[in-house]
């Protein structure tokens, strides 16, 4: 099976390219080879490479800078997506693309099932949603892996951005408000293979046939507060000198944003057992894990 990994050089898709690379054929691109702003370019690139699978972990993902540039935003995230769905469609190809829980509007505190209507309230959300609806449309075995919250030791994310701040400053103020289930990107990278690997062992169709939309996020739940809590509490065990004295919860109202953000981010994680039998670890856990790699005890 020859694969085409798109995302080299994001968070997801450079984890799950060392997964795939061991594995099968892969072919892994970043923007300088597959710019999803170039619909053209894109088929061109299908065409010579022609494979049987496509992984697209490329997103534009800045949620508040998509407020002001809606038009990019959607060119990335929708249009891009319906441009290799209709490709795969005409080759007898199949894609698997990952989603957001931004697609849902945060209602409520019980999680979200992937039957749940999607709502988005911010630009990002409408530009993934769009996307994710053109896939489903293309009639092509097809994958949407729904994830939230997404970290790791690398690139622009919130462990990142509260290691250097917890490192500068001796008060800090995060929200409180907004719950879901922090993820890292190598917890969703090695679940991508594992279900490559099934879908390898018993063919697209009959596979994809299963469940088209899965949700796939760490299990468990806090808050930014909470989860910058437990960085703060890990780096710390692990030896990490931080200035960082205080905490203070906030209200989403207390630190507006250009984007609003979910107040409930809750993810069902049902199917994912059900169908594809995988139970995922609590976000906890793998916290741990990423920061025992990050300061190299790992």
């Known amino acids: 099976m020859k694969v085409l990994l798109t995302g080299r ?3 997801i898709g ?8 061991k594995a099968c054929e892969c072919r892994v691109v970043g923007r300088e080879e597959f710019d999803l702003t170039k ?44 441009v290799m769905a209709n490709w795969c469609a005409a080759n007898d190809a199949a894609m698997i693309h990952f989603s957001t829980d931004y697609v849902y509007d945060g209602i ?61 400053r001796e008060q800090l103020s995060v929200v409180s408000d907004q719950i879901g289930a922090p993820t890292s990107a190598e917890l969703v990278a090695s679940t991508t293979a594992s279900i490559i690997e099934q879908i390898h062992d018993r063919g697209n169709k009959e596979f994809f046939g299963k469940a088209n939309l899965v949700h796939c996020a760490a299990s468990g739940q806090t808050s930014w507060h909470g989860f910058s809590e437990a960085i703060f509490a890990g780096a710390r065990l692990r030896g990490v000198q931080l200035r960082v004295k205080e905490v203070t919860p906030i209200s989403s109202v207390e630190y507006p944003t250009p984007a609003i953000r979910p107040a409930n981010s809750r ?32």
């Open 108 to 168: 409520g505190i019980r999680p979200h099932f992937e039957e749940s209507e999607p709502k988005p309230i911010n630009v990002y959300g409408e530009s993934k949603l769009a996307g994710d609806q053109a896939i489903a449309k293309s009639g092509i075995p097809y994958l949407i892996l729904r994830t939230s919250w997404i970290y790791s030791a690398i690139g622009s994310n919130f462990l990142v951005k509260m290691l250097k701040l917890g490192a500068a």
């Open 9 to 11: 050089h994001g968070q």
């Open 39 to 82: 619909p053209e370019d894109l088929r061109a690139a299908l065409t010579t490479f022609k494979p049987d699978l496509i992984v697209n972990t490329a997103a534009y993902t800045d949620v508040d800078g998509a407020e002001k540039n809606r038009e990019h935003a959607f060119a990335v995230n929708a249009l891009a997506p319906e």
């Open 267 to 298: 993810l069902s994680l049902k199917r994912l057992k059900d169908n594809y039998a995988i139970e995922m670890p609590d976000w906890r856990d793998e916290l741990d894990n990423v920061l025992d790699k990050i300061f190299g005890l790992r």
């Open 14 to 21: 450079s984890h799950l390219g060392h997964f795939l690379l």
